[in-house]
């Protein structure tokens, strides 16, 4: 009881930077606190009443509101009950177009939500945020993608990180040969059909001796798997190396 009295005289933002700094009791706090503000942010989403005790949705709301609680900054310009009103309604959102399995018509673009930022820099905040979020998705399950397509030709991830050529020349020099493969008609469906490199061939065509080429051909296999994939997040690594 005591210590409920000593949050009640904190400011919000107090609180929050409490929060941040590993007190969970203030956490908890705020979670019960604001129950009624995030069944409203659900609420305006679902156009609907929402149950806290029965609603799959105010469970996802709550965990958003935990979220903006852990990363809200007052640097981004916006209030913090602004902020997290609009990570409540995207992670919302989020959860029914996943359970729906198709759009629905509420958006981060909504006039709803923009009219009623305070301050138009915490609508670029968030959505700033969003963009992040789904980028890392995005990369996550593109590694995933790349991991099972070195499955197909005996690799792992692990062992990339292992026999990736130390200098910078010799990562170049490699990539050089892997663009040469995939470039080369009858040399790439060589590599697609029997997943092992034509070195016989490909020694003719390149400036390094067959000796560095067995070094390196499970790396110069795996540049080839990226640049035989739409993997746009590991071939931007590779832009302007080893042409």
Do not use: W
Not at 16 to 45: M, R
Not at 87 to 100: A, E, F, N, P, T
Not at 142 to 160: P, R, S
């Amino acid at each position: 009881m005591i210590r409920n009295q000593s949050l009640k005289e904190k400011s919000l933002k107090e609180m929050i930077t409490s929060v941040q700094a590993g007190d969970e009791y203030a956490q908890n706090y705020l979670l019960k606190t604001y129950q009624p503000f995030i069944a409203k942010c659900v609420s305006e989403v679902c156009k609907r009443y929402i149950d806290p005790k029965k609603d799959d949705e105010f469970s996802v709301g709550l965990a958003a509101f935990n979220e903006a609680i852990l990363t809200y900054s007052p640097e981004r310009g916006s209030s913090f009950l602004s902020f997290a009103k609009l990570v409540v309604k995207r992670k919302v959102i989020d959860y029914i177009r996943y359970v729906q399995k198709t759009p629905i018509a509420a958006s981060l673009d909504e006039s709803y939500d923009e009219e009623q930022m305070e301050n138009p820099s915490e609508i670029i905040a968030v959505k700033e945020i969003y963009r992040e979020e789904q980028e890392a998705l995005h990369r996550r399950e593109e590694i995933a993608e790349f991991n099972e397509k070195l499955k197909m030709y005996k690799l792992t991830l692990t062992e990339l990180t292992e026999i990736s050529p130390k200098h910078r020349d010799a990562r170049d020099s490699a990539i050089h040969t892997a663009r040469i493969l995939f470039n080369d008609p009858a040399l790439k469906e060589f590599v697609e059909r029997k997943k092992k490199l034509p070195i016989k061939a490909l020694v003719k065509k390149v400036s390094v001796s067959k000796k560095t080429l067995e070094r390196n051909r499970k790396y110069i296999l795996a540049i080839f798997i990226v640049l035989s994939n739409d993997f746009v997040y590991l071939k931007d690594y590779l832009k302007g190396v080893g042409k």
